[in-house]
């Protein structure tokens, strides 16, 4: 995983307020693939000098999404399990009818879980919970080249 510059402008200023973004690219494997994003977040949080405000991490795609849990196996397959009761993958998808592709279920979990997360940046730091993590969630069937947008806002 690594990040990238991309056409997102990296800094803007309005009236005292700037914003910084960075794209953050991952290699995932699909299928519920849970990848703990904190350290790039934390990376593209330092590179921004930005000391308080608002960090939005956001996956600009239909099948994937950004949330927190505490990244230990054992919480990570309990959520790749409710997350095949609520949703599952084995049961026929209008999507699927329509496009062939196989991964209705994907796009369901994703509206479900949504694409993006906002978190509070104070002094420097994320306001992160001790055993809290940042993750992105891929639920396409298929191995996917992902770009997350992290963007923040403050001074």
């Known amino acids: 995983m690594e990040s990238r510059n991309s056409s997102i402008p990296k800094f803007k200023q309005f009236r005292g307020m700037m914003t910084f973004s960075e794209t953050i690219s991952l290699s995932t494997k699909g299928f519920s693939d849970i990848l703990d ?32 849990i505490e990244y230990e196996s054992g919480v990570i397959r309990d959520l790749q399990k409710a997350i095949e009761k609520i949703v599952p993958s084995n049961i026929p998808y209008e999507h699927d009818k329509r496009w062939g592709d196989g991964n209705g279920f994907s796009h369901v979990r994703a509206a479900l879980m949504k694409p993006s997360l906002t978190i509070p940046l104070i002094k420097g730091r994320l306001a992160l919970g001790t055993w809290q993590q940042i993750v992105f969630i891929d639920f396409d069937n298929r191995k996917r080249e992902r770009h997350l ?4 806002m403050g001074e």
Not at 52 to 66: A, E, I, P, Q
Not at 149 to 152: A, D, F, R, S
């Open 149 to 152: 947008i992290v963007q923040i």
């Open 37 to 68: 994003i904190t350290h790039h977040v934390d990376a593209v949080t330092d590179r921004s000098g930005i000391k308080n405000g608002l960090v939005t991490v956001m996956c600009s795609g239909s099948t994937g999404s950004v949330t927190t």
